[in-house]
């Protein structure tokens, strides 16, 4: 039995996690959070290959303002591997600088890149490379 590469999406837009989704091959379970709250459940339950997280988190129905990115980023710090690998796609400048800084301080292989259509090559050879 070969391991399951297990990626979580952080992200509230559907239409974004959509087209993030579409990146990924169907060799790769993708677990998305909603929410900086259900993220930081999944986080606590399981460990991860590599994460793609958002910064504003509170578009969704159970989102809340005061928890961001950046309240992943902590809980990531706090639960995973640091052979985790991290993408953040966020379109939010300052907040995406944040998380990078904060996930590359704490010993992680962080990529960023601000969600666009062009963010697809980018985010496909991310993916890519979690499989090597």
Known sequence: ?????????VEDDDERAAKIEQ????????????????????LRRDKFTGILLDFDLYRSA???PRFTGESVAQAICETQPRTCQIFVHSQNPTGGRRVFALLKEAGFSVEQFLWSS??????????????D
């Open 1 to 9: 039995m070969t391991d399951m590469h297990l990626v979580l999406l």
């Open 23 to 42: 990146c990924v091959p169907h060799e790769v379970r993708c677990v998305r959070a909603r929410s900086a709250g259900a993220a930081i459940g999944i």
């Open 62 to 64: 159970h989102g809340d």
């Open 118 to 131: 062009q963010a697809t090559g980018p985010l496909t050879s991310w993916v890519r490379d979690l499989l």
